[in-house]
């Protein structure tokens, strides 16, 4: 399936942001909906694999409207840093992970500019993405499951339960938003919503508007003492509605790649996490799982200084050592996501920073430890030599002489002496490749 629609974009020379925008944006339209198209069967349900462990225990998740960028802050600095992180989360810990891709709107009367501003964000989030679904790690499938009237039957009882459950959050969760009217030029607007970091990004999104709605004329007014929205104008703004409607969307999307790939969903917002809690508490292991994700993708360090590049070759050249260190980390996370009890914020906030991190910082200074034992032990066969070399670079001796001079004191039995040992005190000790954290600190080297 990747492989296919890798050779669609690539056919179509959608291969980096510049491009992506050039084409979606200028192309005729009838060219841009044939892409959608393409791109929309490439990216269809794929094949069950095969698989005799649970899902959590083998890191195989589904990602969050949050955690993906499809909620939240639209601006592209925002987009292309969640594809990153999600990028970053992928490569350093999942075996799967299944990632919903829009490239069309919901509506099947959008504008044609609404259509192309869905393709080219599917385009660019698959573009950010290419390097880890390359590596067979992020699987792209559809935002929205294509369903017959016959499967459709089959998981009608979750989607009432589901939309019942957004009509639930948007009824007890309203009172706890803000907003606020903003004029812009021209005529135009902006709305600043406020609300629970829980639900929104640091507790505060702006939407603009090109023209001011009806019902918001009335803001330019001299007669209105305050620009902050009433109850009823919050209502025709619809940003609640909206939100709770996409993690709507977003649980039954989980529902059914749920149970067709085997993964559990992996979110970096809390509210998620308890949406899914409500909308099926007959699966308390899934909604655990979704709230411990939600604390441990903030709490677990995601090596974002480092090139992505570089977490892959890492877990390439060192896939036993990485083995190890996810099956160390599928047992801790066993151990406190049991569906048999509740989860708390305090303790997914502390799993990392009580359990992990000491043990790495442990092996850290074990492998600072024997790397000096290394080069006390040397130090009396290197000593001379490296005085020798010492000497010489600063007396200005060609390389030669200082050859003829270290066959003197030693011939090349020292010169090796000296080469195996700088090699073995730049590589880990044995004891410390062997840890289940190794992967870790080789991150962090």
Known sequence: MATRLIEIIERHGLVSPE??????????????????????????LPEPEPDDHN??????????ASFRGATGCSCEECLVRKSESLARYAAAFCDRLVVPIRVTSHSKHASQSVCRDHLSRGLRAIAELRPVIDAGIVIPVRATPMLCPHCFQEVAPQVERIKEVARELTDSMFQQFSMEYVPRPKGKGSIIIQGPEEFIEHGKLIRLYDSVPQWLRQAH??????????????????????????????????SYYGDKLNV??????????????LARPEDRLASRTAGLCAQMTHSIPLFMDLPLARILRIRKEE??????????????????????????ELEARELYMDTLEPQLMQLQQQARNEQKQQIKKSALTVGITTAVVAIGVHSGLLPNQLEQIV?????LKVLAEVAETVASV?????????????FLLKLRQ
Do not use: C, W
């Open 19 to 44: 491009e992506i925008d050039r084409q979606v944006f200028s192309l005729p339209f009838r060219q841009v909906s044939s892409i959608i198209e393409e791109v929309e069967e490439a990216i269809k």
């Open 55 to 64: 899902s959590l225990a083998r890191f195989n998740f589904l990602a969050s």
């Open 221 to 254: 007014g001299s007669h209105r003492r305050s620009p902050r929205l009433t109850e009823r104008e919050m209502m025709q703004v619809g940003f609640v509605q909206s939100l709770m409607g996409q993690m709507a969307a977003d649980v039954f999307s989980q």
């Open 264 to 277: 559990s969903y992996l979110t970096d917002r809390v509210g998620e996490a308890q949406f899914l809690k």
């Open 319 to 344: 896939s036993e050592a990485f083995d190890s260190y996810r099956a160390a980390l599928g047992k801790i996370l066993s151990e406190h996501v049991t569906p048999e009890k509740e989860f708390t």
């Open 407 to 411: 066959k003197a004191i030693g011939g």
């Open 426 to 438: 730049q590589k880990n000790p044995l004891a410390v490749r062997n840890s289940n954290l190794y």
